[in-house]
């Protein structure tokens, strides 16, 4: 086959549906590829015709600057698509399988693949553990936004779906397995949240609410989230959630204590990251202000989930400091309540299987928690625009026009 269309970033603010070469299984030069990974043949990989893709809000970080992407990079690390071509060495995955991508790349072989670890594969990314599709510094592998994806590692990352059919019936809530559900269950996951727990989610974007309704899951008596946009806040609240609106002047402590009665939380999920801002109406950029806030809500002796993105290289950042990631944490706050700290990339194979089932078997909706909306491949470059204006939607992009028919 000759053409792919992929959407690639081109420069702060712009991204482009473009047309590139059709995946081989072998890692080829290209914007964003380390050296050192280009040649890297993939006999264990196959090729997939996308199903979905969606947009994240890491996207969102390339997209407006605030990482060192190069130009022209294919974007695209939530992944959903049909098994087209399997390389030689692939023995269980099978062409016609329906599969979900963890967007970990991992080999499978590593002391932390072994280990569960596979948000930092030691094997994939020479410069340094961890990889994902599409994304700057994590190896160069090509982003799924695109018509067709190559795959490495294929049996040992692939989920997949047990009935294809049943699985197109519910594929709007199963596109959310290879990134946001994992990675919002892991933040609540990580930060206790259990049967009883009063939990605040941080953000009311995407993840946020991923993390809301995987809060419920895990059994939360109360779930508030907070965030500064009225529309998002407004879809926490279509499925249950209590909300903080935090342009108001008020103190987030006692915000919290007007709903439950005092002004502290059991488990705390920071689902903003580095692009934070300060509280009140017109407040500007404070890359902490989210981890003080989750340190500051959260009783002595709590854990604390931090899937939200922090980078080593921000050239936007607010100073110097900011600009490498050195900000301004409160961590002898976080000591003093004896806080328990989980960070990093999700490791979507922990979750993914049994994320899976629960949808399968109707005890989660998570396309209506999040308000999935479905944009052909052409319209990604408006769906990049409207999520940057804080839409509370989660774009999910359809490039061969396969949802419209099943939905």
Same mark, same amino acid.
């Given at each position: ?38 040649? $890297? ?23 407006? *600057? $605030? ?13 959903? *698509? ?47 553990? *961890?990889? +994902? ?12 936004? &695109? ?49 009883? #727990? ?15 309704? &995987? ?48 002004? /502290? ?9 580095? /692009? ?45 400091? +900011?600009?490498?990631? #050195? ?12 806080? #328990? ?8 194979? #922990?979750?993914? $299987? ?46 061969? *026009?396969?949802? +419209?028919?099943?939905?």
């Amino acid at each position: 086959m000759a053409g792919n269309r992929a959407v690639a970033y081109v420069a702060p603010g712009r991204v482009e549906v473009q047309t590139i070469d059709y995946p081989k299984l072998e890692l080829q030069d290209g914007p964003g590829v380390n050296p050192a990974n280009v040649g $890297r043949k993939c006999p264990h990989g196959v090729i997939l015709k996308v199903v979905s893709t969606n947009i994240c809000g890491s996207d969102q970080h390339m997209v407006r *600057g $605030r990482t060192t992407a190069p130009a022209n990079l294919v974007l695209g690390h939530e992944i959903t *698509g049909e098994v087209i071509e399997a390389g030689p060495d692939v023995e269980f995955i099978k062409v016609g399988d329906l599969v979900s991508v963890p967007f970990n790349i991992a080999c499978g072989r590593c002391r932390n693949c072994k280990e569960r670890k596979t948000g930092i594969c030691e094997n994939v990314n020479p410069d340094r553990p *961890g990889s +994902a599709y599409g994304y700057v510094d994590m190896g160069g592998w090509v982003g799924g936004q &695109a018509e067709y994806v190559m795959v490495p590692y294929a049996d040992f990352n692939l989920l997949k779906f047990p009935d294809k059919a049943q699985a197109m019936e519910k594929i709007l809530d199963l596109t959310m397995l290879s990134d946001i559900f994992p990675t919002g269950y892991h933040g609540a996951y990580k930060a206790g949240v259990g049967t009883g #727990s009063v939990v605040y989610i941080a953000g009311a974007g995407p993840v946020g609410l991923a993390s809301a309704h &995987a809060s419920q899951l895990l059994g939360a008596a109360v779930v508030i989230v907070g965030d500064m946009n009225p529309d998002r806040l407004a879809q926490a609240r279509s499925f249950g959630c209590e909300t903080v609106d935090l342009r108001n002047d008020a103190s987030l402590a006692d915000m919290i204590a007007e709903l439950v009665g005092e002004p /502290e939380v059991d488990a705390a999920v920071d689902c903003v990251g580095f /692009e934070a801002k300060g509280h009140g109406a017109g407040a500007g950029e404070a890359p902490a202000t989210v981890l003080n806030d989750i340190m500051t809500v959260a009783r002595a002796g709590a854990s604390l989930g931090i899937p939200g993105l922090y980078v080593t290289g921000d050239p936007g950042g607010i100073d110097d400091d +900011a600009k490498i990631g #050195s900000l301004k944490v409160r961590l002898g706050l976080g000591w003093a309540k004896s806080h #328990s700290f989980a960070t990093g990339q999700c490791p979507v194979m #922990s979750y993914n $299987r049994e994320l899976m089932m629960a949808i399968l078997h109707d005890k989660c909706h998570i396309a209506k928690a999040v308000n999935a909306t479905v944009l052909p491949l052409s319209s990604a470059p408006e769906g990049y625009r409207d999520f940057d204006r804080g839409v509370a939607k989660k774009f999910v992009l359809d490039p061969h *026009g396969l949802l +419209a028919s099943s939905n």
